[in-house]
Nanobody, 120 residues
Framework: QVQLVESGGGLVQPGGSLRLSCAAS????????MGWYRQAPGNTRELVAS???????NYADSVKGRFTIFRDSAKNTVSLQMNSLKPEDTAVYYC??????????????WGQGTQVTVSS
């Protein structure tokens, strides 16, 4: 029932900027966390940035100072502003939303992924 839809990916030159957006639909509950993961060919999936329902943000060391996450919990949307993009940022970016089932059990929802390519 819950669906996450990403938008905003594309091709950009090094040093450029992109903004990714994600909207969750069909949810009758709040998400403990919403954020973004990415996976490049041959690499494992890694957390890029996330924000808790309380507004606490977490960033991967590789993007600190360049990326900023925004979340509107009331609308169940999350965005990622990416500045000073580097070729190594090239990856498929996935929106993620985590629901707390209990104090010891969570469930993750994922978007379909959007390609970000940083190249000259």
């Amino acid at each position: 029932q819950v669906q996450l839809v990403e938008s905003g990916g594309g091709l950009v030159q090094p040093g450029g900027s992109l903004r990714l957006s994600c909207a969750a639909s069909g949810s009758i509950f709040s998400f403990t966390y919403m954020g973004w993961y990415r996976q490049a060919p041959g690499n494992t999936r890694e957390l890029v940035a996330s924000m808790s329902s309380g507004g606490s943000a977490n960033y991967a060391d590789s993007v600190k100072g360049r990326f900023t996450i925004f979340r509107d919990s009331a609308k169940n949307t999350v965005s990622l502003q990416m500045n000073s993009l580097k070729p190594e940022d090239t990856a498929v970016y996935y929106c993620n939303a985590r629901r707390r089932r209990s104090m010891v059990e969570n469930y993750d929802y994922w978007g379909q992924g959007t390609q970000v390519t940083v190249s000259s």
